[in-house]
T-cell receptor, first 111, second 111 residues
Framework: QKEVEQNSGPLSVPEGAIASLNCTYS??????FFWYRQYSGKSPELIMS????GDKEDGRFTAQLNKASQYVSLLIRDSQPSDSATYLCAVKSNQGGKLIFGQGTELSVKP | DAGVTQSPTHLIKTRGQQVTLRCSPKSGHDTVSWYQQALGQGPQFIFQYYEEEERQRGNFPDRFSGHQFPNYSSELNVNALLLGDSALYLCASSSAAGELFFGEGSRLTVL
């Protein structure tokens, strides 16, 4: 079992729709969770962090965390073509604090 | 406020050669982490430096070594390059809050 798992996609949604990206993790002791956006040929950019169960909203983005189910998700409302990128889920290790990344989900927003 | 800066941005080496990559952290950050990202994969943790010491290391061979200087900048050295070392090498800096911010990366091609 991988430490952090994401569907690789690609996930295709029409412009204006809600994109839902999912991530599961194996270390039950993890406390910090992050979503990064990576455009093709570029480096990852931090877009959301979440530390407590529940929802955290920032503009069109909502991160959801369920520690009991070891599940993190990212919702993007009113998706725009400029949201087309690979979204990386990252979990901070309970041992030493390194970030462990999933393989990323490629999102394509069609005009 | 300068973000994380890395150099060089692109480089080509041949098998068996050695390479040094450089990183300057974001202002106010004292911890530097290095990641390797192969095409289509999420970043893989190489090691982390804090107070000029290697604090944590991922599953990379001893050919990968690093250093942190008193001004918090860092170097990643890779000896005896293999074709499989071709990747995007990402430097990330963080403060006590723990959120990682990435530089633009150094793309290494080994021929």
């Amino acid at each position: 079992q991988k430490e952090v798992e994401q569907n690789s996609g690609p996930l295709s949604v029409p412009e204006g729709a809600i994109a839902s990206l999912n991530c599961t993790y194996s270390d039950r002791g993890s406390q910090s969770f992050f979503w990064y956006r990576q455009y093709s040929g570029k480096s990852p950019e931090l877009i959301m962090s979440i530390y407590s169960n529940g929802d955290k909203e920032d503009g069109r983005f909502t991160a959801q965390l369920n520690k009991a189910s070891q599940y993190v998700s990212l919702l993007i409302r009113d998706s725009q073509p400029s949201d087309s990128a690979t979204y990386l889920c990252a979990v901070k290790s309970n041992q030493g604090g390194k970030l462990i990344f999933g393989q990323g989900t490629e999102l394509s927003v069609k005009p | 406020d300068a973000g994380v800066t890395q150099s060089p941005t692109h480089l080509i080496k041949t098998r068996g050669q050695q390479v040094t990559l450089r990183c300057s952290p974001k202002s106010g950050h004292d911890t530097v982490s290095w990641y390797q990202q192969a095409l289509g994969q999420g970043p893989q943790f190489i090691f982390q430096y804090y107070e000029e010491e290697e604090r944590q290391r991922g599953n990379f061979p001893d050919r990968f070594s690093g250093h942190q200087f008193p001004n918090y900048s860092s170097e990643l050295n890779v000896n005896a390059l293999l074709l499989g070392d071709s990747a995007l090498y990402l430097c990330a800096s963080s403060s006590a809050a723990g959120e990682l911010f990435f530089g633009e990366g150094s793309r290494l091609t080994v021929l």
